[in-house]
Nanobody, 121 residues
Framework: QVQLVESGGGLVQFGGSLRLSCSAS????????MRWYRQTPGKEREFVAA???????TYADSVSDRFTISRDNAKAAIYLQMDSLKPEDTAVYYC???????????????WGKGTLVTVSS
């Protein structure tokens, strides 16, 4: 049974930092592009950051100068270091494994259950 489990969320003040973790289990490998998304009530899930197996990363414009995504392939884990947090960063953050082995048209997404980040003003 494949599973993604996020941790590290919590309450932080404006300008503070948090580090999210996502641990993968049950997968036959860890070659996937791994991503972080976030969602607030009433809004669609929003892309935050992505990282491929070699470590190449991309970010949403809104976080590119404040967040850093990383991965430890040996531990089958990814991380999101979030600095200079703002109230608008408040959301449930989800870990995603993007399986592209069958091509983009047949991509399979695996999701964690999310971890809540709340930034107070």
């Amino acid at each position: 049974q494949v599973q993604l489990v996020e941790s590290g969320g919590g309450l932080v003040q404006f300008g503070g930092s948090l580090r999210l973790s996502c641990s993968a289990s049950g997968f036959t490998h860890f070659n996937y592009v791994m991503r972080w998304y976030r969602q607030t009530p009433g809004k669609e899930r929003e892309f935050v950051a992505a990282i491929n197996k070699p470590g190449g990363a991309t970010y949403a414009d809104s976080v590119s100068d404040r967040f850093t995504i990383s991965r430890d392939n040996a531990k089958a884990a990814i991380y999101l270091q979030m600095d200079s947090l703002k109230p608008e960063d408040t959301a449930v953050y989800y870990c995603n494994a993007w399986d592209l082995e069958g091509g983009i048209a047949n991509a399979v997404n695996y999701w964690g259950k999310g971890t809540l980040v709340t930034v107070s003003s």
